[in-house]
């Protein structure tokens, strides 16, 4: 009976209870506000991150001091915001700053990535950031944030060189961004071939009054067990063109 009760304390110590993660993801317009052409609002941004109590955050469209957006590195302003930590990828070089994407963490950042994504046709050029996280309990979680393409042949090819990356994990990937895609176009339907993605409380995140458009995702890889405690679109509405997306993700 002694080492049966020892084997139960020690199946608990090393997290055999479910572990929540809240997540978030947000195309923030370099901070400016739709109404407002000429003005830079970071502080509204940083309060939709901190109202929704995510643990990471996904963000796309980040200036990083470009005269459009005050010349304000907006990364390193928003993890001092938020107070958390911060991961910063770049799509392209912009004036003489830059212009990609942000991840922030509440947790400790233990590994960082970034890939340029395959371009097909001539565009702009899109990366592809992934951090791993080390959770309270000692566990890690990875998280993918990506700005896809605005034509639809980068974006297949891009899809599908997400999921030959995610060929590699065995531990949790959540995946996140502004896909530029709606749910039946053919770069989610590759997508999904790896990543399930919440079909029953998902919606239009774009634009920010009366959305009509579903373009932002949160998806996760199907190599775990999982679930769905909260998928919801934020109501913040002015502070950027999109809609900011939460979800919040149960590991068995």
């Known amino acids: 009976m002694k080492y049966f009760f020892l084997f139960i304390l020690a199946s608990l110590s090393l997290g055999g209870t479910a572990q929540t993660v809240k997540i978030l993801s947000y195309n923030i317009h370099h901070g400016n506000p739709p109404a407002k052409p000429n003005i830079i609002d970071l502080p509204a941004i940083a309060k939709v991150i901190i109202e929704s109590e995510a643990d990471i955050v996904g963000i796309q469209e980040v200036d990083i001091n470009v005269s459009r957006s005050e010349m304000v590195n907006q990364a390193e302003k928003l993890a001092e915001l938020t107070n958390?930590?911060?991961?910063?990828?770049?799509?392209?070089?912009?004036e003489k700053g830059y212009y990609g994407t942000l991840i922030l963490s509440k947790h400790k950042i233990v590994g960082k990535r970034r890939y340029d994504l395959p371009m097909p046709v001539a565009s702009e050029n899109r990366s592809l950031a992934i951090i791993d996280v080390e959770l309270p309990n000692g566990k890690r979680v990875s998280l993918a944030n990506t700005h896809l393409d605005l034509h639809e042949e980068?974006?297949?090819?891009?899809?599908?060189?997400?999921?030959?990356?995610a060929e590699l994990y065995s531990s949790p990937l959540i995946l996140v961004g502004d896909l530029n895609a709606k749910p039946n176009s053919e770069s989610i339907k590759v997508l999904e071939q790896f990543f399930k993605r919440n079909v029953s409380s998902n919606g239009p995140?774009?634009?920010n009054i009366n959305p009509h458009s579903e373009i932002d995702y949160i998806m996760l890889l199907d190599n775990v067990d999982f679930e769905w405690k909260s998928y919801k679109r934020g109501k913040e509405n002015e502070a950027s063109d999109h809609l900011p997306l939460f979800a919040e993700i149960e590991f068995k």
């Not at 958390?84 to 912009?94: A, T």
């Not at 980068?154 to 990356?165: D, G, K, P, T």
């Open 205 to 207: 995140t774009f634009p």
């Open 154 to 165: 980068n974006r297949v090819a891009q899809a599908h060189f997400i999921n030959e990356l």
């Open 84 to 94: 958390m930590d911060y991961y910063f990828s770049k799509g392209i070089n912009l």
